[in-house]
């Protein structure tokens, strides 16, 4: 079993888990996380009871089971129906974890992939990003890429980066190679997570798409993970008049 020493260790490790700014069910997903890439609660552990989390932390019971719902969805724990909540054994890459070049899809289109770099730089990561600044630190690498299929501009990629996962991240050439292909190379994927919503892009984002800022767009959040922990978080924007999601599913 995952063994925390009483209720006072746990409310301890809970105030550790970010800023009392983020919301408790989140919090409660980054005590777990942090507890599991520190090597403490390893493959197959038992986490605490949720009426362990709610005696510890004084927290409703609906909020617990929001935190371990979403983290038995994302692939880092698995719940067993009367008996609790597991450590989830690290899963291989395979079809289902694939996440696609953009240059790749464009060019087996028969059509012509380009990258404008706006930015690529290491940055300190503010309090707007509090996951991403408790899963890897203060600083991150941070770019913004805009995708061409020929002359027109089909996607903006917004990307932070863990350090630790690709440390020469910022010595790449983004117009020869695409962040995917890279992080692909060096911290091969494990686990991938997709958000998809209906959205109107910023000013910054509709002028680097060359639309009207009315015009809908389709954003997609993507996290990815290595085996050793968070690779990279990205936005990646499309203009809904130049986009649309296809998939194939079966029984």
Same mark, same amino acid.
């Given at each position: 079993?995952?063994?925390?020493?009483?209720?006072?260790?746990?409310?301890?490790?809970?105030?550790?888990?970010?800023?009392?700014?983020?919301?408790? $069910? *989140?919090?409660?997903?980054?005590?777990?996380?942090?507890?599991?890439?520190?090597?403490?609660?390893?493959?197959?552990?038992?986490?605490?009871? *949720?009426?362990?989390?709610?005696?510890?932390?004084?927290?409703?019971?609906?909020?617990?089971?929001?935190?371990?719902?979403?983290?038995?969805?994302?692939?880092?724990?698995?719940?067993?129906?009367?008996?609790?909540?597991?450590?989830?054994?690290?899963?291989?890459?395979?079809?289902?974890?694939?996440?696609?070049?953009?240059?790749?899809?464009?060019?087996?289109?028969?059509?012509?992939?380009?990258?404008?770099?706006?930015?690529?730089?290491? *940055?300190?990561?503010?309090?707007?990003?509090?996951?991403?600044?408790?899963?890897?630190? !203060?600083?991150?690498?941070?770019?913004?890429?805009?995708?061409?299929?020929?002359?027109?501009?089909?996607?903006?990629?917004?990307? $932070?980066?863990?350090?630790?996962?690709?440390?020469?991240?910022?010595?790449?050439?983004?117009?020869?190679?695409?962040?995917?292909?890279?992080?692909?190379?060096?911290?091969?994927?494990?686990? !991938?997570?997709?958000?998809?919503?209906?959205?109107?892009?910023?000013?910054?984002?509709?002028?680097?798409?060359?639309?009207?800022?009315?015009?809908?767009?389709?954003?997609?959040?993507?996290?990815?993970?290595?085996?050793?922990?968070?690779?990279?978080?990205?936005?990646?924007?499309?203009?809904?008049?130049?986009?649309?999601?296809?998939?194939?599913?079966?029984?």
């Amino acid at each position: 079993m995952a063994a925390v020493d009483g209720d006072t260790e746990l409310a301890a490790l809970f105030a550790q888990a970010g800023g009392t700014s983020a919301p408790a $069910y *989140e919090r409660i997903k980054n005590l777990v996380a942090a507890q599991i890439r520190s090597g403490r609660w390893e493959e197959g552990d038992q986490l605490p009871s *949720e009426h362990q989390f709610v005696a510890a932390l004084g927290l409703s019971r609906m909020t617990i089971n929001r935190a371990l719902r979403e983290l038995t969805a994302e692939g880092v724990i698995v719940r067993k129906m009367g008996v609790g909540s597991f450590v989830a054994a690290t899963k291989k890459s395979s079809p289902l974890f694939e996440v696609r070049n953009i240059a790749d899809e464009i060019q087996q289109r028969g059509h012509r992939h380009r990258t404008e770099v706006v930015l690529v730089r290491a *940055e300190t990561i503010d309090s707007a990003h509090s996951f991403l600044r408790d899963s890897i630190g !203060g600083r991150g690498f941070h770019s913004i890429l805009v995708h061409f299929e020929d002359d027109t501009p089909i996607q903006v990629e917004d990307r $932070y980066v863990n350090p630790a996962e690709a440390p020469g991240y910022l010595d790449q050439d983004f117009t020869a190679t695409t962040p995917n292909d890279y992080l692909s190379r060096v911290a091969p994927l494990v686990r !991938g997570e997709h958000v998809v919503e209906a959205v109107l892009g910023s000013p910054e984002e509709c002028r680097l798409l060359r639309i009207d800022p009315a015009e809908p767009c389709l954003l997609i959040r993507r996290r990815t993970w290595s085996e050793h922990g968070l690779v990279s978080v990205a936005r990646l924007v499309h203009p809904g008049s130049r986009n649309r999601l296809e998939g194939v599913f079966g029984r």
